[in-house]
């Protein structure tokens, strides 16, 4: 009797699956579809961002290989051109290049391309963080200190590696301007950081000893 109940059960069961995919066969291909179409046009994206960092990271050695000061604007072009493609390898290494050649005298363009950095680049946050205090470094003798401190707000106001950097700029920032005080706080700031770095540390106490009277 016992055989018989599960036997009745197990085809009622049977029954029922199999009822459910007749009757929802239409909902159960769209969703099988639907699945499929996101797989392969996931795995497409990765193949198509696999071969964008190939074609970005060739276009970037051959601009470095073809380097030649006396025609400078083909590397520029190529260079901002990486920039703007606001890939998290190749558009800081790009502007970096640009920086440390001098390769552009327009300040407004190079605060562009930090901006495309800075708000477009989806960074690590420490390399955001450093992007952001060369942006402050090569601005603070063509700001204001309120545009200084916005600037480096960002770091200043976080645990990063580089906030004792920023911290050490502004303070330099405001001995320049002989407003000591001020200086003077952003130095002992840097004394008190447990991450701060042993060069700054020391550098930041010279200056207090030194020139600040303590």
Not at 60 to 66: E, F, K, P, Q, S
Not at 86 to 101: F, I, M, Q, R
């Amino acid at each position: 009797m016992d055989e018989e109940i599960t036997i009745i059960d197990s085809n009622t069961r049977n029954e029922r699956i199999k009822n459910f995919f007749i009757n929802n066969k239409k909902k159960l291909i769209i969703a099988a579809s639907i699945i499929l179409v996101i797989i392969i046009g996931y795995l497409s994206f990765e193949k198509f961002k696999e071969r964008t960092k190939i074609k970005l990271a060739n276009q970037y050695n051959l601009a470095l290989i073809g380097f030649n000061p006396e025609n400078k604007q083909k590397t520029i072009g190529e260079m901002v051109n990486i920039v703007k493609s606001n890939d998290v390898t190749y558009s800081p290494l790009a502007l970096y290049h640009l920086l440390d050649n001098n390769l552009l005298e327009d300040n407004d363009e190079i605060n562009s391309l930090f901006y495309e950095l800075i708000e477009k680049t989806n960074l690590e946050n420490e390399i955001k963080n450093l992007i952001i205090y060369k942006k402050a470094l090569f601005n603070s003798d063509l700001v204001s200190e309120n545009e200084l401190l916005k600037m480096l707000n960002p770091v200043i106001n976080s645990e990063s590696i580089w906030k004792p950097h920023a911290l050490y700029l502004l303070a330099e920032f405001f001995y320049s301007k002989n407003e000591k005080q001020k200086a003077k706080e952003f130095f002992n700031q840097i004394l008190v950081l447990p991450n701060a770095n042993g060069t700054i540390k020391t550098e930041s106490q010279k200056r207090l000893n030194r020139d600040l009277g303590e």
